[in-house]
């Protein structure tokens, strides 16, 4: 199985920045793309941003010219650097990878963080 394990949420003013941390672990074969949703209180878990495992990069329109998503691929970990934040950013953030494990039949599947608790408020 693999492992997401997110860290670096937290309380921040508006306008400050926070950078997110997802290590994978476990018995990785291979990771694809790897990305960041996230929930709000009363709303659908959304997507904020992925990259492929070629560093090909996607943003919603809300966060885009304000988060940056990068992976280190030696390390097995994917980070979200969130800058200008905004109260509407609030939101419980989850790490997404789309990877194989080791084992048979080696299929490639979901796998999801516990989530990470970002709050923009003064």
């Known amino acids: 199985q693999v492992q997401l394990v997110e860290s670096g949420g937290g309380l921040v003013q508006p306008g400050g920045s926070l950078r997110l941390s997802c290590a994978a672990s476990?018995?990785?074969?291979?990771?694809?793309?790897m990305g960041w949703y996230r929930q709000a209180p009363g709303k659908q878990r959304e997507l904020v941003t992925t990259i492929t495992s070629n560093d090909d990069t996607a943003y919603v329109n809300s966060v885009k010219g304000r988060f940056t998503i990068s992976r280190d691929n030696a390390k097995n970990t994917v980070y979200l650097q969130m800058n200008s934040l905004k109260p509407e950013d609030t939101a419980l953030y989850y790490c997404h990878a789309h990877a194989t494990a080791w084992g048979i039949p080696r299929v490639p599947r979901d796998y999801w963080g516990q989530g990470t608790q970002v709050t923009v408020s003064s």
């Open positions: 476990g018995s990785i074969f291979s990771i694809g793309a």
